[in-house]
């Protein structure tokens, strides 16, 4: 195989290396004898960008192809391949840290070895069949555009389990007090913040909302997760917190980062509202579901990944006294905690009785479905949002006005989007709410804490929190606490 020069040798290999600085053995190109069974190596390479180097034995040299997205799984995918500089023989057992600054800075580890057998070596188009032990299989390789080439799949599926889902809906807890049997339970804080699940495998991240809706642009700092995640496929669940100037997590924080459309307003407000994935559940690892696992051995393989960074993090969660830890959340100011049975599968879409959230506040999702016109400062916006719960049979009904929590910000883009929504029709059924209302679709979704429901179901002094994206509106309903189960 030609080296980038045309030397067929490693001139161009040595020409970008400090080899006083960077322990990658220098090489020299071998004897071109036909091996009988010639090597390969994928290394997994922490570079600037996450990656996968394949390098063939061929001509004295290994010929090199770094796969951003490693290889693929299907023939109905082709992945990016770009052909790099021949490498020495010696590549085919080096890893190590490659300095920061030198060319290719960064970990390399061997992720895989093994035989292949070539059909077809051309400069062009290369077709082997490997024989490892995590990637085996016949692939063709083949130029597209100067150094771009594509790796396709030639032959089926890999047997690696069943597929990466791509279509869960989280698990929800259930409103409710403390568990009186406490050692089968866990106790995790409750963190007020975005719920998303994040999909994973080699070089991309989804991020997902509770209503299918996917976010991942939004959030720019959490797409070096994969970085860690490494050569994995896998499923998380977790919330996406930003944290006050006292380090407790604030839904109100995160809000001008839910809606933002341009990319550089994304830039500026991912530097300065900094957001945390914290992670607390695996829903699927490398071709196995974990959603039948008791919880207990879902923290088990999540903690085996050891992911921690700089905008991800995996909090521990606490066996037993769970009214410590509530009392302890009650005492910093946080919202309260959750309690998730020890031994409790994953049901997806659920709102389970295994699962329950005990809080130190109460706080309620509602449905906005109008708006009053303010008086004074306020005149030619809204005073206060109109807003409802829906019942078991699915209508709309009227829950109070929210005339508190709002700064300027919110306020013109809550008005923005009511205009949008605005109708003639009143989505409440059964009790109306004052004459001069302006009703709109009932689409936005959010957050208030109030003090108590009335008797006649509405919120005693409701203060508006954030609007909810990752829920559908059809899914609001009212919470009150229910009895935890009995063991």
């Known amino acids: 195989m030609s080296d980038d020069?045309?030397?067929?040798?490693?001139?161009?290999?040595?020409?970008?290396?400090?080899?006083?600085?960077?322990?990658?053995?220098?090489?020299?190109?071998?004897?071109?004898?036909e091996q009988a069974e010639p090597r390969f190596v994928v290394q997994e390479h922490?570079?600037?960008?996450?990656?996968?180097?394949?390098?063939?034995?061929?001509?004295?040299v290994l010929a090199s192809w770094a796969l951003p997205r490693g290889f693929p799984r299907t023939p109905e995918e082709n992945h990016l391949a770009v052909h790099t500089e021949d490498h020495p023989l010696e590549y085919l057992t080096f890893d190590g840290e490659i300095p920061a600054g030198e060319y290719?800075?960064?970990?390399?580890?061997?992720?895989?070895?093994?035989?292949?057998?070539?059909?077809?070596?051309?400069?062009?188009?290369?077709?082997?069949?490997?024989?490892?032990?995590q990637v085996s299989g016949r692939f063709a390789l083949f130029r597209t555009k100067g150094q771009d080439w594509m790796i396709h799949r030639m032959d089926g599926p890999a047997d690696d389990g069943e597929p990466l889902p791509d279509d869960l809906v989280p698990m929800a807890a259930t409103l409710s007090t403390l568990p009186p049997d406490q050692d089968a339970?866990?106790?995790?804080?409750?963190?007020?913040?975005v719920r998303a699940l994040a999909y994973g495998e080699p070089g991309r991240l989804r991020l997902v909302g509770r209503n299918l809706r996917e976010f991942t642009r939004q959030y720019p700092e959490l797409r070096p997760l994969m970085n860690a995640v490494g050569a994995h496929r896998l499923v998380l669940d977790g919330e996406i917190v930003a944290f006050d100037d006292d380090g407790r997590p604030s839904f109100q924080r995160i809000q001008p980062r839910i809606h933002l459309a341009s990319e550089a307003d994304i830039r500026r407000q991912s530097q300065l509202t900094p957001v945390v994935y914290v992670i607390f559940d695996l829903l699927y690892l490398d071709g196995r579901s974990l959603l039948k696992e008791p919880y207990e051995e879902r923290r088990r393989e999540l903690a085996k990944?050891?992911?921690?960074?700089?905008?991800?993090?995996?909090?521990?969660?606490?066996?037993?006294?769970g009214d410590v830890l509530l009392d302890a959340t009650r005492a910093q100011g946080l919202e309260g905690i959750v309690a998730k049975r020890l031994a409790s599968p994953y049901q997806p879409g659920r709102r389970s009785r295994d699962w329950l959230k005990?809080?130190?506040?109460?706080?309620?999702?509602?449905?906005?479905?109008?708006?009053?016109?303010?008086?004074?400062?306020?005149?030619?916006g809204f005073g206060a949002l109109l807003v409802g719960v829906y019942d078991d049979g699915g209508s709309l009904r009227f829950a109070g006005k929210v005339g508190t929590g709002f700064?300027?910000?919110?306020?013109?883009?809550?008005?923005?989007?009511?205009?949008?929504?605005?109708t003639d029709e009143s989505?409440?059924?059964?009790?109306?709410?004052?004459?001069?209302?302006?009703?709109?679709?009932?689409?936005?979704?959010?957050?208030?804490?109030?003090?108590?429901?009335?008797?006649?179901?509405?919120?005693?002094?409701?203060?508006?929190?954030?609007?909810?994206?990752?829920?559908?509106?059809?899914?609001?309903v009212r919470e009150e606490p229910v009895p935890p189960p009995e063991s």
């Open 185 to 193: 339970w866990a106790f995790e804080i409750k963190w007020d913040g």
């Open 305 to 321: 990944l050891e992911l921690a960074g700089p905008h991800w993090q995996v909090p521990d969660y606490q066996r037993g006294d």
């Open 46 to 60: 922490h570079a600037r960008r996450l990656h996968w180097d394949l390098r063939l034995e061929r001509d004295g």
């Open 5 to 33: 020069d045309g030397s067929g040798g490693l001139a161009e290999y040595q020409r970008k290396r400090s080899f006083d600085k960077t322990p990658e053995p220098r090489g020299r190109r071998r004897s071109s004898k």
């Open 427 to 476: 989505p409440f059924t059964g009790r109306q709410p004052q004459k001069e209302a302006v009703f709109v679709r009932p689409e936005l979704v959010a957050e208030v804490e109030f003090a108590e429901w009335t008797s006649g179901g509405t919120l005693r002094h409701p203060s508006y929190e954030g609007l909810r994206e990752d829920k559908p509106a059809r899914d609001v």
């Open 104 to 133: 290719g800075g960064g970990s390399m580890t061997i992720w895989d070895h093994g035989t292949y057998e070539a059909e077809k070596f051309q400069d062009d188009k290369v077709v082997v069949r490997l024989h490892g032990e």
């Open 358 to 380: 005990v809080k130190n506040v109460r706080r309620q999702e509602v449905v906005v479905g109008g708006w009053v016109a303010g008086q004074g400062r306020l005149s030619g």
């Open 407 to 422: 700064d300027r910000r919110t306020r013109d883009d809550l008005q923005r989007r009511l205009d949008e929504l605005r």
